[in-house]
T-cell receptor, first 119, second 111 residues
């Protein structure tokens, strides 16, 4: 249980175009999901908290008009990188808190990530 | 804001030796401390976690310790094997929700 999927797994787009990345919780509901970006050989940087039915909460320094987040249902959050530029090229990973069944506490379940390359 | 510091950034050990990675956190409200292993191009995988009401936890060759007063927690891997080579991230969160990651430690286990 507690599987998170992401689509696409990789995407190449031209500078100036927009790209949408989907994050789905497959067998559980997630009212909250998180979006991270990871540059090569660096850590996961939290970009924003996606909240079902309300606006996302962005971390300091992350442009909300650049990275549009929509959490339209209890199992789906989308991240749209608008007017992408080469510096947006990165590995984007989503996660959702859930329980594994062996513990009553939440842990983060990560999607497989999306590698975005902007040319 | 919340911050998690992790050391060392790179660690090289001989197969069979132990490896220790240390982290400190700033948010005193943090109560859940997971450790993740990430292989190149893949998602982070939870390897062990500890909660604030516990001082130590062990799972086979992996152990974690937590000093809540000092806001320190550590990962210990004993009898390291080449397949342990990866990047390890510590993290801190409150209630298992918003999670802040350390910078990561690249572990090399030499055969």
């Amino acid at each position: 249980g507690a599987v998170v999927s992401q689509h696409p797994s990789w995407v190449i787009c031209k500078s100036g175009t927009s790209v949408k990345i989907e994050c789905r919780s497959l067998d559980f509901q997630a009212t909250t999901m998180f979006w991270y970006r990871q540059f090569p050989k660096q850590s996961l940087m939290l970009m924003a908290t996606s909240n079902e039915g309300s606006k996302a909460t962005y971390e300091q320094g992350v442009e909300k008009d650049k990275f549009l987040i929509n959490h339209a249902s209890l199992t789906l959050s989308t991240l749209t990188v608008t007017s992408a530029h080469p510096e947006d090229s990165s590995f984007y990973i989503c996660s959702a808190p859930g329980t594994s069944g062996t513990s009553p506490y939440n842990e983060q379940f990560f999607g497989p990530g999306t590698r975005l390359t902007v040319t | 804001g919340e911050n998690v510091e992790q050391h060392p950034s790179t660690l090289s050990v001989q197969e069979g030796d132990s490896a220790v990675i240390k982290c400190t956190y700033s948010d005193s409200a943090s109560n859940y401390f997971p450790w993740y292993k990430q292989e190149l191009g893949k998602r982070p995988q939870l390897i062990i976690d500890i909660r604030s009401n516990v001082g130590e936890k062990k799972d086979q060759r992996i152990a974690v310790t937590l000093n809540k007063t000092a806001k320190h927690f550590s990962l210990h891997i004993t009898e390291t094997q080449p397949e342990d080579s990866a990047v390890y991230f510590c993290a801190a969160s409150t209630g298992g929700f918003k999670t802040i990651f350390g910078a990561g430690t690249r572990l090399f286990v030499k055969a």
